[in-house]
């Protein structure tokens, strides 16, 4: 299990001033997860131009930091606000919030901590059983598996999207038509450049992602005005937190339960913990012997997807690090810190840089267990940032995104297409389409085209009879067709469902 390599990272953490970079990522998680409508994404977002300067293990524990704290952060909101502070926090609003109408906001927060804190290690900790078996799976990769598996990400965000599955392909299409801009790698062509030489070498990721996320975000939190909480939500008191903390470790199931929906789901590029913490919620209820308690206060119900929220980090770690492709939003800006530092997601990754990545483990470990324990000595005060007025929030952050944009290379032409990816970003909000798939087929769309020519010139034009003889590839091939085909089944089995209850009735 490469337990020496583990070792070494643990001390290499604990004995530098690398600590100092985690504990920076938890307070900075905390408070971009607290605000709703922020979290890890536009953190992370922020810190692309900022860690350009620093070592590529400090950037990679800050951003380990951020992603291990976010979940804490959203909790708060989520329990005291009727907000989840981020996405995957949705399904804690649920059991909650009534705890904290009931006067139980320090349970209902205290568990949330304990069971985010125990998730990411368990998660994690699976991720470091998987991690030798995934360096021998990765040597049997070439050109046409890499190129199917980029298919597959696609394929697998697309139809993650819930009920936009066209919008979904649709944003797959243009983030692979943005990927082929520049010189082609295989043709040496010039494609969609407009003529300006600033595209030749493509378009950088860093900026993109910048306006995509950060900015866009900011505009659509100015646009809505005010502050994100009203006065009379100050007024929720936190008591009982132990008690909160001890009710994980009574409901131990539902913990270890939760962890492992959040590992499995978090390793599908795409689903996230947004999805996570719903299928572990609907799953608890399922199992449940008093389902009706679910939506009253319940505490296994705000356990449950906070165990899968920190859980899915470790199994969305895997995909990025191991195949290049991001497992969530905050997983593909973090993607971008490692090209950023020259760390070249992809199979040899866990060759190549394996104490980094070991190092990256135990970053995300310890912001898992910090987050929790500064989470609830801090829990009261965090609260207060969301009576912040939006107009005072929004500026700061823009400044600091475009700023840091133009240090990074000192070209006003970064500026220039962060602002248009600005535009871009705000209309995908505006219009419901998901940011996500396009930023997943800008990352993948080079790999992809590059392992499709690669593949046509081993396979002789012959490229389907090629795949079909190897067995890596025609697995994937069927999990292509498999992921296509979910849409359609899913709705075959709901009118079944339906016509089988209308005869019955």
Known sequence: MGLDVLYGAVIGVLTSASAVYILIGILMGLVFGVIPGIGGTTALALLLPISYTMEALDAMYLAGGVMGAVSMGGSVTAVLLNTPGTAPNAATVFDGYPLAQQGKAGLAIGASASASALGGVIGLVTLLLVIPVAKQIVLLFGPAEYFLLALLGLSAISVSAQGKLLR?????????????????TMTGAERFTLGVNYLWDGVPLVPALTGLFAISQMIELALKGGTVASDSDMSKKISGVWAGVMSVFTHWTVLLRGSIIGTLIGAVPGLGGTVAGFVAYSSTVQASRDPSSFGKGNIVGVIAPE??????????????????????????????????????????????????????????????????????????????????????????????????????????????????????????????YPRLTLVIALVLGETAERSFHQTVLISDNRMLAFILGRPAAAILLVAIVLTLCLPILRKMLSRRRQQHAARSA
């Not at 939003?329 to 070991?358: C, D, K, Q, S, W």
């Not at 220039?416 to 990816?421: A, E, G, P, Y």
Request: proline share 4%; aromatic share 6%; net charge negative.
């Open 168 to 184: 979904g392909l649709i944003a797959g299409g243009i983030g692979l038509l943005i990927s082929f801009v520049g010189i082609g």
């Open 307 to 432: 165990a899968a929220n920190n859980a899915k980090d470790g199994g969305a770690l895997l995909p990025t690090v191991a195949f290049g492709i991001p497992g969530s939003a905050e997983m593909a800006i973090f993607l971008g810190i490692l090209v950023l530092h020259g760390i070249e997601p992809g199979p040899t990754t866990l060759l190549r840089n394996e104490g980094e990545i070991y190092g990256l483990i135990v970053a995300l470990t310890i912001s898992s267990v910090g987050a929790s324990v500064i989470g609830l000595l801090i829990a009261r005060w965090l609260i207060l940032i969301t009576h912040v007025n939006v107009h005072v929030l929004v500026p700061v952050v823009v400044a600091v995104s475009l700023t840091g944009v133009y240090v990074l290379e000192g070209q006003p032409a970064d500026v220039i297409l962060c602002l248009v990816m600005w535009i871009v970003g705000y209309a995908m909000i505006r219009f419901d």
